[in-house]
């Protein structure tokens, strides 16, 4: 009798482990390969090209803040969170620190991302294959600052957007969110699958993570698909790249000369 309820035991507990795995919610996390903000930013070819010389990449940081939140749902809920980048090889080590962190796999698309819908349409490909309950996306990369893809994303694959967003909770297929408004913040109900256009807010920069030795010796292991890209058209082009003007020298008037101060800037500055 001891020995039949052993094994009833184990059988409920293998068939409950089952169903967990099948109930497994998905997580795509999509990662820009930008620019540090420190580098020096030139353009080349008569300012039509970004020089890449001499350029440290880095995790797009609205792309961390929405890496890490899925991070929290895979150790709290138990999320697979797949990473994904449109690029070439050089956007792997950048793939590799995803993993280090703590995603569960990663994909990249052998593709130079020209343009919002170029990368919308990759995306669609890598979603619709891989049925992916929740895609987090940065709102915006931080060096061409397009804004596109997510909206792009959602508008192609029909699921449930949320922009600027900076709290997600999911319970089962239902979705609490709140997106950042002027002035304050909206309150948004809704279902799974969802696409969210991430920022700071999902998490703090102090709870962002850094890759430890293990999380950098596993990821080494962990699996990194390359792709080939679907026939997708780029609907927008860069004609020319232009910086800032360069700042004016600072004018030091002294204190006690405010006829000076005045004149300049009534004249000079116009703002008088």
């Known amino acids: 009798m001891r020995a039949y309820y052993k094994v009833k035991n184990v059988f409920i507990l293998l068939q409950s482990e089952k169903k967990l795995i099948l109930n497994t919610m998905k997580i795509l996390v999509c990662i820009s390969h930008v620019p540090d903000t420190t580098s020096k930013i030139n353009f080349i070819n008569g300012d039509t090209e970004f020089d890449t010389n001499g350029v440290q990449y880095v995790i797009n940081p609205n792309d961390e803040f929405g890496l890490t939140r899925a991070i929290w749902f895979q150790e709290q809920q138990g999320a697979q969170v797949t990473v994904v980048t449109i690029g070439g090889p050089e956007t792997e080590p950048t793939l590799r620190k995803a993993l280090a962190i703590g995603a569960n796999e990663a994909i990249r698309v052998n593709a130079d991302p020209t ?12 979603l619709k294959a891989g049925a992916y309950d929740v895609i987090i996306a940065g709102k915006e990369s931080l060096d061409y600052n397009g804004g596109m893809v997510p ?32 002035g304050g913040k ?6 799974l699958p969802i696409i969210i256009g991430g920022q700071k807010g999902l998490v703090e920069e102090k709870d962002l993570r850094i890759p ?48 000076e101060l005045i004149n300049l800037l009534h004249n000079e500055a116009k703002v008088i």
């Open 115 to 126: 343009d919002g819908f170029f990368v919308a349409k990759q995306l669609e490909a890598v």
């Open 151 to 182: 909206g792009m994303l959602s508008g192609l694959v029909g699921y449930n957007f949320v922009n600027s967003c900076i709290e997600i909770s999911i319970d089962g297929t239902a979705v609490k969110a709140a997106r950042e408004i002027d």
């Open 186 to 191: 909206e309150i948004i109900a809704t279902t």
């Open 212 to 259: 430890n030795m293990r999380g950098i010796m596993t990821a080494r292991t962990k699996v990194l698909t390359v792709l080939e890209p679907v026939d997708a058209s780029s609907e927008t082009k860069a004609v020319r790249f232009e910086k800032p003007a360069p700042k004016s020298a600072v004018k030091l008037i002294s204190a006690d000369n405010l006829d």
